[in-house]
């Protein structure tokens, strides 16, 4: 089941909070004692952060997430994701905040820099004016790292990655789930948004992530057919499935429901139809398949509908380099308001290049 810890950091109390939830998901995802000691520190950092710069705080998501296989044959192996996101005054020298030790009374940095080093992956985006969004992840395992990056590498690392963000509506579960799995030269990515929220919505998402994992093989069209029946027995999920064929150059889409889908292209935005119905209670007789060519300019977005509809991604942000977590975070945040409050589970996955500078 998707647990996600949804923390508001507004109080130095909420600071602990932070690090007690990371010591929880931690110890469910069996992490040895000196990853989660890692976790805490990175949660705790992060936390700190917003409270004392970010102009009033911010919003700590923390979850349990696939860590790439580095190929077919590999075990996934879990690490946790912790995501930082405010809407405070930015970070005016990211460079200088990413060093050890760095501190202004204007901007968030105290601690990104010890972050940077304990975590597996970390990014950071931060607009002067609109606030930041910082992501870590600890893998349960100490993974290789590039000299020139710092960041884990692969030599079979796939032209593409995905990431994402899950926000729960009720706390603790959260009644939409994603993943992304590799099989051969078929990357493929679902996002499943159970009907409702709560413990049966989750249920139903889970049971279509389950069902990815063991037919990641199959085209979108085949793979909702067999994910009909798998979800028969639960409330249903409106499933949308992107697949991105590696030899061929491109990406094959089919959903059923109000899953959102958009794919970027020479800079040009499409919407990704999906056809009306409900997985595993009302699968309509025929599918869409779209295809579309994949390049290194591509970019595609699966969200759920807790998601206002207009969402736009902020000219200027470099998705092509940034975690596609931090990418998801960046729309999620920037279509939040106190005018549209949040009314269901919101989840945003993104699929973009890897790029080359990754490699060793």
């Avoid at 593409?160 to 993943?179: E, K, L, T």
Wanted: glycine content about 10%; charged content about 20%; hydrophobic content about 40%.
């Amino acid at each position: 089941m998707t647990r996600v810890r949804d923390v508001p950091v507004h109080d130095p109390t909420r600071v602990r909070d932070v690090r007690v939830a990371a010591n929880d998901a931690c110890g469910q995802a069996g992490f040895p004692a000196d990853r989660t000691a890692a976790a805490e520190l990175v949660a705790t950092e992060l936390a700190t952060n917003l409270l004392k710069h970010a102009g009033g705080g911010g919003q700590i998501l923390i979850e349990t997430v696939d860590a790439e296989p580095a190929s077919d044959a590999s075990a996934t192996q879990p690490a946790l994701q912790i995501v930082a996101i405010d809407h405070g005054p930015g970070i005016p020298d990211l460079p200088a905040a990413l060093g050890d030790g760095f501190s202004t009374t204007a901007s968030l940095g105290a601690g990104l820099g010890t972050c940077r080093r304990l975590a597996d992956v970390f990014d950071v985006h931060s607009t002067p004016g609109h606030g930041t969004v910082a992501l870590a992840r600890i893998h349960a395992s100490a993974r290789a790292r590039s000299s020139r990056t710092g960041q884990p590498y692969r030599r079979d690392a796939a032209p593409v990655r995905a990431g994402g963000v899950n926000i729960p509506f009720v706390a603790g579960d959260s009644g939409d789930g994603w993943a992304c799995v590799r099989s051969g030269e078929r990357i493929t990515v679902l996002l499943a948004d159970g009907l409702g929220h709560g413990p049966a919505a989750a249920d139903a998402s889970d049971a279509a992530v389950r069902k990815l994992r063991q037919d990641a093989d199959l085209t979108p069209p085949e793979l909702l057919k067999v994910l009909h029946g798998a979800l028969r027995n639960t409330r249903g999920a409106a499933v949308a499935v992107a697949q991105l064929d590696l030899a061929a150059g491109r990406l094959a889409f089919s959903g059923v429901g109000n899953v959102g889908a958009r794919f970027r292209s020479g800079g040009n935005w499409q919407h990704l139809l999906s056809h009306p119905g409900i997985v595993g209670a009302h699968r309509p007789a025929h599918l869409p398949h779209q295809r579309l060519p994949w390049s290194s300019d591509c970019l595609l977005v699966l969200h759920s509908d807790g998601l206002p509809s207009r969402w736009s991604l902020k000219a200027g942000v470099p998705s092509s380099t940034l975690d596609p977590a931090v990418t998801a975070a960046l729309i999620v945040r920037d279509a939040s308001s106190s005018a549209r409050p949040v009314r269901d589970d919101t989840t945003v996955a993104v699929l973009s290049p890897t790029p080359s500078d990754r490699e060793p």
